[in-house]
């Protein structure tokens, strides 16, 4: 019954594969990290929509920005708190020149868009640094923004505005520690279905830069093999505990299960310290288990930062 169970499973992921729209949607996404747009409006937060940006390609020495007061009002993002600085806090704060204790992230602009059933929202972040130092993780995060809006108005162009297609992007901190602050970008794009990406960006309070998993772990080989195997532990014992719960391992499509960590995965920190792994919809298991995340226990990767 389990291997039947594993077979429709496997048939599952190949039929949505076998989908152009949605499938290439997510390539190219991840692509346009890569090869975002180099406009840049990085002085004023507001809200941009479709039209304005090609007024911008007509007119490139003139922006015209449509302003409101909630794009305005900049919102604050703290995660802890520091009601007494202990000669322990103090010090880490010495040694965070860049981003500071605590991160301070707004809504830097919004595109917004809606021409007939297409529609689209998307939130870009940035974070503020104490001393007016520019952040460089702030760019790859706009840059991650401007992808998602270049496939928008690409798809756009392409349907002739025919058919319903909606995206929306939004963001939050989903962990911070005296050391990293991270940022998940949630992006939902629905068209002949709905499909769930997240991006989480790790930054490094004392230098402003993105830390990929890679990066985190030293590039160690060894080190993601370890905290590969622990996921596929953790897949195992839930589908034991809950038939409901699937995951692409075991099955009798090999080549299409979960093989390991690539070292470009999102990643986050519980709040004990342990490591969270992040994958999209589809990446590891079927649609309807949405986008799913995995907590590895400190015995498996020990403390990754100080």
Same mark, same amino acid.
């Given at each position: 019954?389990?291997?039947?169970?594993?077979?429709?499973?496997?048939?599952?992921?190949?039929?949505?594969?076998?989908?152009?729209?949605?499938?290439?949607?997510?390539?190219?996404?991840?692509?346009?990290?890569?090869?975002?747009?180099?406009?840049? /409006?990085?002085?004023?937060?507001?809200?941009?929509?479709?039209?304005?940006?090609?007024?911008?390609?007509?007119?490139?020495?003139?922006?015209?920005?449509?302003?409101?007061?909630?794009?305005?009002?900049?919102?604050?993002?703290?995660?802890?708190?520091?009601?007494?600085?202990?000669?322990?806090?103090?010090?880490?704060?010495?040694?965070?020149?860049?981003?500071?204790?605590?991160?301070?992230?707004?809504?830097?602009?919004?595109?917004?868009?809606?021409?007939?059933?297409?529609?689209?929202?998307?939130?870009?972040?940035?974070?503020?640094?104490?001393?007016?130092?520019?952040?460089?993780?702030?760019? #790859?995060? #706009?840059?991650?923004? /401007?992808?998602?809006?270049?496939?928008?108005?690409?798809?756009?162009?392409?349907?002739?505005?025919?058919?319903?297609?909606?995206?929306?992007?939004?963001?939050?901190?989903?962990?911070?520690?005296?050391?990293?602050?991270?940022?998940?970008?949630?992006?939902?794009?629905?068209?002949?279905?709905?499909?769930?990406?997240?991006?989480?960006?790790?930054?490094?309070?004392?230098?402003?830069?993105?830390?990929?998993?890679? $990066?985190?772990?030293?590039?160690?080989?060894?080190?993601?093999?370890?905290?590969?195997?622990?996921?596929?532990?953790?897949?195992?014992?839930?589908?034991?505990?809950?038939?409901?719960?699937?995951?692409?391992?075991?099955?009798?499509?090999?080549?299409?299960?979960?093989?390991?960590?690539?070292? /470009?995965?999102?990643?986050?920190?519980?709040?004990?310290?342990?490591?969270?792994?992040?994958?999209?919809?589809? $990446?590891?298991?079927?649609?309807?288990?949405?986008?799913?995340?995995?907590?590895?226990?400190? #015995?498996?990767?020990?403390?990754?930062?100080?």
């Amino acid at each position: 019954m389990e291997k039947e169970f594993q077979t429709q499973v496997m048939e599952m992921k190949q039929k949505y594969e076998e989908i152009p729209v949605p499938a290439n949607a997510r390539d190219r996404m991840l692509a346009g990290i890569r090869q975002a747009k180099e406009e840049k /409006e990085r002085s004023v937060s507001g809200v941009i929509s479709l039209e304005d940006r090609k007024g911008r390609k007509n007119m490139k020495n003139h922006v015209w920005m449509k302003r409101t007061a909630a794009a305005a009002a900049a919102v604050l993002v703290t995660v802890g708190a520091l009601a007494n600085i202990s000669p322990v806090t103090a010090n880490a704060m010495e040694k965070l020149p860049i981003i500071g204790a605590l991160a301070k992230v707004m809504t830097f602009r919004t595109f917004e868009d809606e021409q007939g059933n297409f529609n689209s929202k998307i939130d870009i972040p940035k974070i503020d640094s104490e001393n007016g130092t520019e952040i460089a993780a702030n760019q #790859e995060i #706009e840059e991650y923004a /401007e992808s998602l809006i270049a496939q928008y108005e690409k798809d756009l162009e392409a349907s002739g505005g025919e058919g319903h297609y909606s995206m929306e992007s939004s963001y939050d901190i989903v962990s911070q520690n005296d050391r990293y602050v991270s940022i998940r970008i949630n992006t939902t794009l629905v068209m002949a279905s709905g499909t769930q990406y997240v991006k989480v960006f790790t930054i490094d309070k004392t230098t402003g830069n993105t830390v990929s998993l890679t $990066d985190l772990t030293g590039g160690s080989g060894e080190m993601l093999t370890k905290i590969s195997e622990n996921i596929k532990e953790q897949m195992r014992a839930q589908m034991k505990e809950d038939e409901n719960i699937a995951y692409f391992i075991d099955s009798d499509i090999p080549e299409m299960d979960f093989a390991g960590l690539t070292g /470009e995965e999102s990643y986050s920190f519980s709040d004990s310290g342990e490591l969270v792994i992040y994958f999209d919809e589809y $990446d590891v298991a079927p649609g309807y288990m949405g986008a799913v995340s995995f907590t590895i226990p400190l #015995e498996v990767t020990g403390q990754l930062f100080q």
